[in-house]
């Protein structure tokens, strides 16, 4: 059990409510680094801001944001992550067949080509 008092995306009131909602709007969960970092509101704040920065970045595409993510969150296992990035990938048009072998292929990732190679160097 973490000693850290973080708030439940249930019980966010006021600015943090407000983050909360939006991924969950967003993506259907909010992302445990989020509920874990709402311990401390100025950390929470910090890490919604570099979310907000990729996800608003012209590029990369946020498909391959959310497939890097994937990626190392299967490689990691980090189950959480992996779980709230599959979520992310369907709303980004991949099937769960094609998570499934991103995550066991990472080299068959359906990227453009410039992607791809920026995914490969990260990976």
Known sequence: MSLLK????ELAVGGM???HDSFLDAV????????????????????TTLMVYYREH?????KLIAL?????SVIFEMTPCVRFNENALRIHGMTDNQIREA????GAVP???AEKELFDFVI
């Open 103 to 106: 995550g066991l292929k990472p």
């Open 28 to 47: 259907g969960m909010v992302p445990p680094p989020l509920v874990v970092s709402s311990a401390s509101p100025a950390l929470q704040a910090l890490l």
């Open 111 to 113: 990227l453009k080509a």
């Open 17 to 19: 409510k407000r983050i």
């Open 68 to 72: 890097i993510r994937y990626v190392t």
């Open 58 to 62: 012209p590029t990369p595409s946020q």
């Open 6 to 9: 973080s708030v439940q995306p």
